[in-house]
């Protein structure tokens, strides 16, 4: 019997002992577990804060420096749109002078760069920082998204805009009524064995081989050459190409009305942007590098929007407030990221997904202008193709003004 009880005590404290050794081990897991994930969390707090940011605060002298970046780019912004508009009327600064038109493709290579370079790595930081939760904003490709969306709507934008515009002013020409009153009053556009006109579809449509056969059988009915780039020919020989001329300037005008208002839709929505990241920063070491960044973006976007308004013909009144528009617009934000910056968190999510939303869209509008409405019209245009100085000179400014505006991405 004593041994017995003996063994029975003896397999009790065994049992206790393991209890109690279980429930350290637990415990000391359970405590592992916990620095591990509060370390964790400091370490994702601490990427997600932008640490490097408090290396080089100075909130009065960033306060200070503000000021300086919104005079120095309200003055840019007005310099650069007010060349166009004011110079119109003289010799050098012409909107149909060589000189413009060079300098405006040196415009439209900055803009271009703005969009790819700046504006969409922006909204790519943005929307793939840390600070945002995994999903979905890590599970797909929002950025190129969002430019996409844009650069559609956009397109869409354009055409409506001009079909409202031409609507507006009386001028219903479509490809096919044109080629069918110059045929009806001259009788020498030639028509197949279907009864259509040179170069048309079944549908009734022009398409666009079709418009450029029309063009090129046209060109052969008619001089060619030096002639034919001065456009010269055409109204020598013809009564009706006076009225077709000033029917291609009635529709120019309405396409530079369209290309100037979305245009500056797209420069204005980024222009709050990179103002409200200027004033809620309070590192002067950021701040410096964005003062000269942003007035050397803002002089020429500034002039490629005013060749644009200068080129629209609006009155004076109007183009007064769309420069003004501009030209305010980037101070302002700067004025309110400054007025907003010790309660202002750019590291939240909700400032994050805003800044990198608008930041693709302005990026999908301003790479849709730079190529569509401002290179493409200009490069292949007949006025470029037929001057082999100005194409060299044209493009040589693009790649110029591209290359100095990507360049500025190592600084700001």
Not at 156 to 185: A, C, H, I, W
Not at 250 to 273: N, P, W, Y
Request: charged share 15%.
């Amino acid at each position: 019997m004593f041994i017995l009880e003996d063994l029975w005590q003896l397999l009790l404290q065994f049992l206790v002992g393991k209890t109690r050794f279980f429930s350290e081990k637990e415990s000391f897991i359970r405590l592992r577990e916990s620095s591990a994930s509060s370390t964790s969390s400091s370490m994702t707090n601490s990427t997600c804060g932008g640490a490097e940011s408090d290396l080089c605060r100075d909130e009065s002298a960033a306060f200070v420096l503000k000021f300086i970046a919104m005079a120095s780019i309200l003055l840019s912004g007005m310099a650069g749109i007010a060349i166009p508009l004011i110079g119109k009327h003289r010799r050098y600064l012409r909107t149909d002078g060589n000189l413009f038109v060079a300098a405006k493709a040196f415009a439209a290579g900055v803009i271009l760069a703005t969009g790819f370079v700046h504006m969409l790595s922006d909204a790519t930081k943005a929307l793939n920082s840390p600070c945002l939760p995994e999903f979905p904003w890590s599970k797909f490709p929002f950025t190129g998204f969002f430019a996409m969306v844009a650069a559609l709507l956009t397109l869409l934008l354009d055409f409506v805009g001009t079909q409202y515009y031409e609507r507006k002013q009386g001028l219903n020409r479509t490809v096919d009524e044109q080629v069918r009153v110059g045929s009806s009053e001259e009788g020498n556009v030639e028509w197949n064995n279907s009864g259509k006109v040179f170069g048309e579809e079944e549908s009734g449509g022009m398409h666009i081989v079709g418009m450029h056969a029309h063009a090129a059988h046209h060109r052969h009915n008619h001089p060619h050459g030096n002639d034919a780039c001065d456009g010269v020919s055409v109204v020598k020989e013809h009564g009706h190409a006076h009225a077709h001329a000033h029917a291609v300037d009635d529709e120019a005008d309405v396409r530079h009305v369209v290309v100037s208002q979305v245009l500056e839709l797209g420069i204005v929505s980024h222009s709050v942007i990179i103002g409200l990241s200027l004033g809620v920063s309070q590192s002067p070491c950021a701040i410096r590098p964005l003062i000269a960044a942003l007035s050397f973006h803002q002089f020429f976007e500034g002039f490629a929007l005013g060749g644009c308004i200068s080129q629209a013909q609006f009155k004076t009144s109007s183009a007064t407030i769309m420069a003004c528009f501009f030209a305010l617009t980037t101070p302002i934000g700067v004025g309110i990221g400054t007025g907003i910056a010790s309660v202002y968190n750019p590291y939240s999510p909700g400032a994050l997904i805003a800044e990198g939303i608008l930041d693709s869209l302005s990026a999908g509008i301003l790479v849709y202008m730079a190529l569509v409405d401002l290179i493409a019209a200009d490069f292949l245009s007949k006025r470029m193709s037929c001057n082999f100085r100005l194409q060299i000179a044209s493009y040589c400014m693009l790649f110029l003004g591209a290359g100095l505006m990507s360049s500025l991405a190592i600084w700001a």
